[in-house]
């Protein structure tokens, strides 16, 4: 969506004000605390129960998990009894409806799954004692504009998904990924404030972006609407046209600067790596890279 001047100037405005109130540099990393580690449940052996794979989590150095949408109750008690025995925290909830039925659609039988979906995460998430949902608003193609992706999905946060949020005590993340909408941070920033909502705020992922900006550059225009990060790398071969999804500090971003913004914007919240997974040595090496970015240095050891 183009900003027209008055929306800019709105939204820079809002930014300026943001900057003016937060602490800056090492006094901001100090003042929000450290980051916490934390692991996409999807990282983790699969062949594993649930308490053992989250047993694992917590013995190799992460302090969080990460969930997607589980609708069997069943199952849904048994990852909430895994977590108490094993002191790993659910920190999020990552929902799965929003890919095959986007909030944007104009089928009011689609909207209407999506937000089932929704309902079934939050649920999740306050069984879980999680306080966030990650949420893709929409999807841009042939059939969705833009325009109509962005306000049809924003009528239905508002009117349908916020208030449950509110009930629950559950933010609703809005993330950015590869679904044509959100390209820029200044959009992402103005999309969130338009929901006007103490529990709409921005899920940011540093590798999404990659084909199209810099996630140094998102981490200070979004500042305190960031409640959740993703990480995970990214190597694009422009020669070749082909892209990459690596470990951490084998790709394209720019570790040591996206710590320093972080830094800045006084973010001291949840980080959960995305990529690939693997044994228990591999999410060792994951931890040990983890810990160098939080140091601010490059993930991969010289």
Do not use: C
């Not at 309902?119 to 833009?146: I, R």
């Not at 830094?263 to 959960?272: F, L, M, S």
């Amino acid at each position: 969506m183009i900003l027209d001047r008055r929306a800019f100037l709105q939204t820079t405005g809002a930014l300026a004000a943001a900057a003016a109130v937060r602490p800056q540099g090492t006094a901001a990393a100090a003042a929000a605390g450290t980051p916490k580690k934390a692991v996409y449940a999807g990282m983790l052996p699969k062949q594993l129960a649930w308490r053992a794979r989250f047993q694992l989590a917590r013995e190799v150095g992460f302090a969080g998990v990460e969930v997607s949408t589980i609708t069997d109750a069943a199952v849904a008690e048994e990852v909430k009894a895994a977590a108490v025995a094993s002191g790993l925290v659910i920190h999020s909830v990552m929902n799965d409806a929003h890919w095959q039925y986007p909030l944007s659609s104009a089928d009011p039988a689609v909207v209407g799954k999506s937000v089932a979906g929704m309902e079934a995460s939050l649920k999740n998430a306050k069984l879980w004692g999680a306080d966030s949902v990650l949420l893709v608003p929409a999807v841009v193609d042939a059939g969705t504009a833009y325009k109509d992706a962005w306000a049809r999905s924003q009528k239905v946060i508002k009117e349908r998904i916020l208030p449950l949020a509110q009930e629950l005590k559950i933010v609703v993340g809005i993330e950015e990924v590869w679904n044509k909408f959100l390209l820029s941070p200044l959009e992402m920033a103005r999309y969130v404030d338009e929901l006007g909502s103490p529990w709409a705020k921005a899920y940011l992922d540093v590798g999404n972006m990659i084909f199209y900006g810099f996630p140094q550059d998102w981490v200070r225009t979004l500042g305190p609407r960031i409640s959740r990060i993703h990480i995970k790398d990214f190597k694009l071969d422009r020669d070749k046209g082909q892209f990459f999804w690596k470990n951490l500090g084998e790709g394209d971003v720019d570790w040591v600067a996206v710590r320093k913004a972080l830094g800045e914007v006084g973010y001291g919240g949840w980080i959960t790596t995305e990529i690939d997974g693997g044994d228990a040595a591999y999410l060792k090496d994951v931890v040990a890279r983890f810990d160098r970015f939080l140091a601010g240095q490059k993930p991969v050891a010289a």
